[in-house]
């Protein structure tokens, strides 16, 4: 496959995901929003994967790019159906892009932290094989508000109702970061945003007690992330 993967971030990349990719012999292109590069047609592209960031999907002004971001999302995922997977904002702009709504969290939720499949999510080939009840981590104080038509819900966790999203047969979204390595949360610590809600939520050691909660359980999130790719893959053959 050929992916064009979005990003936000320089830093916040496939993560984990690279491995998998280069080991089936995949190729993926980013484009770097943030740092003003053109999107590509879409045509060229055997699917879509649109990253996190710092930036909330409502702030246009501020990041005007978002516009076209958004247009570039539902004309990829409603006209042509190509194979999505968001992560984080990306999550985020896929509920925009078809006509959902997302808003600041009531509760941020920032750590390792539970999730649980739903009965649609039980039934989706995306978390097939994955736990009832998994832990993930989390770094987001935005969250999607309501979905858009059509869509289900595939995973919940205390603070946030729409953990997971599907639309369509081949358009997935997941609020949780499991595409996380060793150095993730030293790298991502790097972005002010993120540094100032990692603090404001577990004070200033934050970073170090975040840093040791997914050094133990990098293997298990390894495993979780090879199961959700390999499942991811599967969606894209269906049919639309």
């Not at 006209?79 to 959902?100: D, N």
């Not at 736990?131 to 038509?149: N, V």
């Not at 966790?157 to 979204?173: E, F, I, K, L």
Request: hydrophobic share 40%.
């Amino acid at each position: 496959m050929k992916i064009l993967v979005l990003q936000h971030a320089g830093v916040e990349h496939p993560g984990i995901f690279r491995k998998f990719l280069k080991e089936d012999g995949h190729e993926w292109y980013a484009i770097h929003l943030d740092q003003g590069e053109a999107l590509p047609p879409i045509e060229d592209y055997d699917g879509l994967w649109v990253l996190g960031g710092p930036m909330d999907v409502w702030e246009e002004q501020k990041y005007p790019w978002l516009v076209e971001e958004k247009k570039y999302i539902q004309q990829a995922v409603e006209e042509k159906g190509v194979p999505f997977l968001g992560l984080c904002l990306g999550h985020q702009l896929l509920a925009e892009a078809l006509g959902g709504k997302c808003g600041l969290s009531d509760t941020p939720e920032i750590g390792v932290l539970d999730i649980s499949i739903t009965e649609d999510g039980a039934e989706t080939t995306l978390l097939d094989g994955l736990p009832e009840k998994f832990s993930a981590l989390q770094w987001h104080s935005a969250e999607i508000k309501q979905m858009p038509a059509g869509a289900k819900c595939l995973a919940t966790s205390n603070d946030c109702a729409v953990q997971a999203m599907s639309w369509g047969p081949r358009a997935y979204s997941l609020q949780f970061h499991i595409e996380v390595e060793d150095d993730t949360v030293e790298e991502w610590d790097k972005i002010p945003e993120y540094n100032k809600a990692l603090n404001t939520a577990l004070g200033k050691t934050g970073a170090d007690q975040l840093k040791a909660e997914v050094y133990e359980k990098t293997k298990e999130f390894e495993i979780l992330a090879e199961r959700l790719y390999m499942n991811w893959l599967q969606t894209c053959a269906r049919v639309v």
